[in-house]
């Protein structure tokens, strides 16, 4: 489905695309820099506040490289402003990817993001509100019970608490996102192999690489760590066959999945004809010769179940416009119109077992002897 062309799909040469890519980009550097010079006048305040939280002790906080404050500063309101524009960041991302995508992966990928975005700031802010203050007083009780006096690094105390909740903020939005998938049907036994891929490795050699400097001796026991956690969402899903179109064997040993398409239809499919669910998946598109929705709703179905033919009832070739042949054919599939001619535009014929019958032969013919 890679070279999968739509109707609405349009060429645009690779200047054009980094041209709006540039443009999208710039808009979101100047409102980060324009949120980091604003918090920069206030970050100082924030900062001590938040120390004051973190702190395990009143009087063991030190800055031991006044010029390493003046970097976190900055650092800290870089982050704040990047909290703010991550809105803007994921209605951007959405807006410069939708014309590559079908309506479903249109939605799938908005809410993805803003799930995503939304469950990593929360276990974030989580980690860095409660989580951290808990561990470092639980620390702090383990030193004073050996007699030991006790100096803190402001700076690498902060810095370590960033760390700890970037790590927990991508680990939180992609176990939440796996689930999400999980749950409404998105993945299967040959996705999990897609997402340890493209996303599980990807985000362990973020991990491991964005905190290589202050992780030290613990980077490779947490990049295991980040691994064992990216897959205990994908364990339900691991062994569950993909959702596609009935699966049937032609005469050469092919795998073949058949859509059937009433396009002529005005009404509910009667239940009292028995259709070969075995054979073929029926379904309806009465608007599909006057709509380009309904034909790229038919495209996306067609993708959805991995159809390799395709049975239109009720129309024929010439009613439909040439682009959204070719579309079908860069799905991969084949396209056929089943000749019938009994089959009205009142859709009276297609409630008789005769035209289910008929169905079932035609079917059988294509996948041969």
Known sequence: MANLRLESDHDQSVVGHLEEFAARVSVILLVLVTLTV???QRVDDVLIE?????APCSDCMVVFEPGAWIGLRWTAAILLAALLTLPLVVQQAVAFASPGLLPGERRRLALGLTFASTV???VGVASGGIAAPYVYTSAMRTVESTGLMLALDAVTLVQLTLALMWILALLGAATGVALGAGLVGRL????????RWRVSLPLVLLIVGSTWATTNELRWPLAVFAALVLEVPLLPWRRREPRTLPTVLDHEGRRRRVLVVDCA???????????NDTLYRLTTSAGLVDHQRERTALIERMQDGMATDVILL???????PARFIEAVASTGARLRFMDQQDHEEDHAPMTTRSLAQRLDLYVTNILGP
Do not use: P, Q
């Not at 005005?266 to 259709?275: D, F, Q």
């Not at 009720?314 to 009613?319: F, K, N, S």
């Open 265 to 275: 239809h005005r009404g509910g499919v009667n239940s009292t004809v028995s259709w």
């Open 188 to 195: 299967d036994r040959e996705r999990v192999v897609t997402w």
């Open 314 to 320: 009720g129309c024929t070739e010439d009613a439909l």
């Open 38 to 40: 604003l918090f920069s």
């Open 120 to 122: 990593g700031v929360g």
């Open 50 to 54: 938040w120390l004051d939280a973190l």
